[in-house]
T-cell receptor, first 114, second 112 residues
Framework: DSGVTQTPKHLITATGQRVTLRCSPRSGDLSVYWYQQSLDQGLQFLIHYYNGEERAKGNILERFSAQQFPDLHSELNLSSLELGDSALYFC?????????????FGPGTRLLVL | QKEVEQDPGPLSVPEGAIVSLNCTYSNSAFQYFMWYRQYSRKGPELLMYTYSSGNKEDGRFTAQVDKSSKYISLFIRDSQPSDSATYLCAMSGWSAGNMLTFGGGTRLMVKP
């Protein structure tokens, strides 16, 4: 158990809908990262937050957004969902967000868009 | 071409075999190299972490980094059926951004 929690574990929804994925980092970690894992693209970085502020963006679609709250939990919002958004979404956390730090991954949320 | 290339496998070996997993990369800014293990439907868990070139050993696992060749390896000695999983190499570097860049993963099956 990495100490990173994610809810829900599974999500089934329809095209055009909006969903929110939630992540709680390990105790003491200030940085949260979101990744998407799909069969064709592998594990790809989406966005990084540090202590409530956005630090870096990767291959994140404009339909997706995220935020980190004062209690350090983070939410990833996916809107206008398409079939191709079906994937595993992972959250990871680290102490401060330096490139040398270990990132600890949560169990993931499996999203299926029908 | 992807920044990090990894043979997808699957790689099937008998129990007790030595396993060699490899990744090549193109971005010379990468300085930190990791191997993650991912069991089916689970999150990746960190196995090995190496900074710059060199070797690191931890139990049955040895990680090697050759920055001059942009090539990293993970060796598993005395492989066990419980080692059956997908192995992902990952790397990061200050000038490459703080995010991890992953290889596509190699699926390993160790048969009893």
């Amino acid at each position: 158990d990495s100490g990173v929690t994610q809810t829900p574990k599974h999500l089934i929804t329809a095209t055009g809908q909006r969903v929110t994925l939630r992540c709680s980092p390990r105790s003491g970690d200030l940085s949260v990262y979101w990744y998407q894992q799909s069969l064709d693209q592998g594990l790809q970085f989406l966005i990084h937050y540090y202590n409530g502020e956005e630090r870096a963006k990767g291959n994140i679609l404009e339909r997706f957004s995220a935020q980190q709250f004062p209690d350090l939990h983070s939410e990833l919002n996916l809107s206008s969902l398409e079939l191709g958004d079906s994937a595993l979404y992972f959250c990871a956390s680290s102490v401060a967000g330096g490139e040398q730090e270990t990132q600890y991954f949560g169990p993931g949320t499996r999203l299926l868009v029908l | 071409q992807k920044e990090v290339e990894q043979d997808p496998g699957p790689l099937s070996v008998p129990e007790g075999a030595i396993v060699s997993l490899n990744c090549t990369y193109s971005n010379s800014a990468f300085q930190y190299f990791m191997w993650y293990r991912q069991y089916s439907r689970k999150g990746p868990e960190l196995l090995m972490y190496t900074y710059s070139s060199g070797n690191k050993e931890d139990g049955r696992f040895t990680a090697q980094v050759d920055k001059s060749s942009k090539y990293i390896s993970l060796f598993i000695r005395d492989s066990q059926p419980s080692d059956s999983a997908t192995y992902l190499c990952a790397m990061s570097g200050w000038s490459a951004g703080n995010m991890l860049t992953f290889g596509g993963g190699t699926r390993l099956m160790v048969k009893p």
